[in-house]
Nanobody, 117 residues
């Protein structure tokens, strides 16, 4: 099964940018749809974006145009570029992998993103 390790979280001012990365290991990367989810304090985990092995992207409606998900199938990584960040983006961001043919899913440990002045 795949193992996921996120990096790149931190503190950023409103209007700033941050780039998250997720490194996958332990299985064939191109068997998985990759995604990012987030969970703010007191709220349920929610979708940020997903990307299929072939590169089809899906975004939460409110994040379109500011967040970009991409994957490098040669390096087994998925990234999330976040621009024009708002305080409400403060959350723990989780990398997710879904095995396409079984729908089994796997999670990273999460990385904290804090948007504050």
């Amino acid at each position: 099964q795949v193992q996921l390790v996120e990096s790149g979280g931190g503190l950023v001012q409103p209007g700033g940018s941050l780039r998250l990365s997720c490194a996958a290991s332990g299985d064939i990367f191109t068997l998985y749809t990759m995604g990012w989810y987030r969970q703010a304090p007191g709220k349920q985990r929610e979708l940020v974006a997903t990307i299929t092995p072939g590169g089809y992207r899906n975004y939460a409606e409110s994040l379109k145009g500011r967040f970009t998900i991409s994957r490098d199938n040669a390096k087994n990584t998925v990234t999330l570029q976040m621009n024009t960040l708002k305080p409400e983006a403060t959350a723990v961001y989780y990398c997710n992998a879904v095995l396409v043919h079984t729908r089994a899913d796997y999670w990273g440990q999460g990385t904290q993103v804090t948007v504050s002045s």
